[in-house]
């Protein structure tokens, strides 16, 4: 009989729990609203246990949850002069690692261009290692390499050149 109560016990606890798990996203809806300048941006989310949401930018905000999302993947794409033009980002996310939506609220985002070139450089023993982090207005870091038209665009060139105008070295930015 002890035994009996004890499963009885586990089974209404592991009930209330996943009640809980199921229901603790759904403390209302909140909307979020993407400024991304002229691209377009769409945000791929995870917020709750088993919450995920895909949101792009519009006129309109996007409906959620209201709770802490967290960003996933972000995609930009723009088209220009007849291409079609895309970056991604899988983080570093900065300002953007969680998102807080709150109850009847909006909440707004601002990321993308105008983008920061930031030089990464490392040496080690003689050998001086020069990249590049793609930042955006959150502080959200994108991939060093854009896609055109649905392919990888040629690497970056680099030109280093001393004060007198020597060129001292020069290649691509070879990606990953």
């Known amino acids: 009989m002890k035994k009996r109560d004890i499963w009885i016990s586990v089974?209404?606890?592991?009930?209330?729990?996943?009640?809980?798990?199921?229901?603790?996203?759904?403390?209302?809806?909140?909307?979020?609203?993407?400024d991304a300048g002229d691209a377009i941006a769409e945000l791929q989310l995870a917020g709750g246990l088993f919450g995920r949401a895909t949101i792009s930018s519009g006129a309109e905000p996007a409906k959620l949850s209201a709770q802490a999302h967290r960003p996933v993947q972000l995609r930009l794409s723009k088209k220009q002069g007849g291409d079609s033009w895309r970056i991604d980002s899988r983080g570093p996310w900065g300002k953007l690692s969680t998102i807080s939506v709150n109850y009847n609220d909006t909440t707004a985002l601002k990321l993308g261009p105008p983008f920061l070139i930031k030089p990464k450089v490392r040496k080690s023993g003689s050998s001086i290692s020069i990249d590049f982090a793609i930042i955006g207005q959150a502080s959200e870091q994108y991939q060093n390499?854009?896609?055109?038209?649905?392919r990888s665009v040629p690497a970056a060139k680099a030109k280093i050149i001393d004060e007198t105008g020597k060129v001292l070295a020069a290649g691509r930015f070879e990606y990953g």
């Open 11 to 34: 089974a209404i606890i592991a009930a209330a729990v996943l009640i809980l798990m199921l229901f603790s996203g759904s403390s209302g809806k909140g909307q979020i609203k993407i």
């Open 145 to 150: 390499f854009a896609r055109k038209n649905n």
